[in-house]
T-cell receptor
Framework: NAGVTQTPKFQVLKTGQSMTLQCAQDMNHNSMYWYRQDPGMGLRLIYYSASEGTTDKGEVPNGYNVSRLNKREFSLRLESAAPSQTSVYFC???????????????FGAGTRLSVL | LAKTTQPISMDSYEGQEVNITCSHNNIATNDYITWYQQFPSQGPRFIIQGYKTKVTNEVASLFIPADRKSSTLSLPRVSLSDTAVYYCLVGAEDDKIIFGKGTRLHILP
C-alpha cells in the first residue's frame, strides 16, 4: 500500500511564484490535513478537510489555499510564495476526526520547499 | 483542548529502557492519548494509543495512571535507530489535532 503520497518531494521557488502541492491517500480516509514544519519545530496545522467537500483553517492558514478535489486528493496552493513559507510540508489523513474518536493520522514523506 | 507538556530532550544509551512522560492535566473524559515518532526527514509515524491503564504493542508500551493526567511512553532496550522526536497528543479542538514540539530522544552508543 502506498498510504499517503506527496508530490513533489523537493521544490525551489522564487518569491512571488505560485505552486500547488499534491497529496493523495489510498486508505479511503475521510479526513485530510496539511501541516508545515520549520527547522527544530513541531508541526503546525495549515488547513484540514474533515470530509469530502469541506475545508477549514488551522493554526497558520495565511498565504495558502486548499482544494479537496475528491475523497482521495487534497492539494495545497501557494498563490504568491514568500521566503517565510520555506518549510517542510506534510500531508496526513485519518479515518475519523474529533476528540470523541481514535484519531490516528498517517503522514506522507513531505515536500521540502525553499522560497528564494 | 488538553495541553500537553513533555521534556524537550532526553539522552539514553543503547540497550536501556527509555521512559518519556507527558503531562496532560486537562484531559477530557473522552480523550485518547496518542504517541507519534518522527525520524529526521520523514513524516511522523503512529506508535501507540491508549485510554487508560496499560497498552503494549510490538514497538512500545503506554502507561496511563487512573487519573489520566499523565502518561508514560516506554521503549524497551533502545537502539541507535530509536533516535527521533516523540510527540504526545491528547484530544482535539474542533477536529484539529495539535502537535507540540515533542521530545527529542538521542540514543548514544
Amino acid at each position: 500500500n502506498a498510504g499517503v503520497t506527496q508530490t513533489p518531494k523537493f521544490q525551489v521557488l522564487k518569491t512571488g511564484q505560485s505552486m500547488t502541492l499534491q497529496c493523495a491517500q489510498d486508505m479511503n480516509h475521510n479526513s485530510m490535513y496539511w501541516y508545515r514544519q520549520d527547522p527544530g519545530m513541531g508541526l503546525r496545522l495549515i488547513y484540514y478537510s474533515a470530509s469530502e467537500g469541506t475545508t477549514d483553517k488551522g493554526e497558520v492558514p495565511n498565504g495558502y489555499n486548499v482544494s479537496r478535489l475528491n475523497k482521495r486528493e487534497f492539494s495545497l496552493r501557494l498563490e504568491s510564495a514568500a521566503p517565510s513559507q520555506t518549510s517542510v510540508y506534510f500531508c496526513a489523513s485519518s479515518e475519523v476526526t474529533g476528540a470523541w474518536d481514535k484519531n490516528i493520522q498517517y503522514f506522507g514523506a513531505g515536500t521540502r520547499l525553499s522560497v528564494l | 483542548l488538553a495541553k500537553t507538556t513533555q521534556p524537550i530532550s532526553m539522552d539514553s544509551y543503547e540497550g536501556q529502557e527509555v521512559n518519556i512522560t507527558c503531562s496532560h492535566n486537562n484531559i477530557a473524559t473522552n480523550d485518547y492519548i496518542t504517541w507519534y515518532q518522527q525520524f529526521p526527514s520523514q513524516g511522523p509515524r503512529f506508535i501507540i494509543q491508549g485510554y487508560k491503564t496499560k497498552v503494549t504493542n510490538e514497538v512500545a508500551s503506554l502507561f496511563i495512571p487512573a487519573d489520566r493526567k499523565s502518561s508514560t511512553l516506554s521503549l524497551p532496550r533502545v537502539s541507535l535507530s530509536d533516535t527521533a522526536v516523540y510527540y504526545c497528543l491528547v484530544g482535539a479542538e474542533d477536529d484539529k489535532i495539535i502537535f507540540g514540539k515533542g521530545t527529542r530522544l538521542h540514543i548514544l552508543p
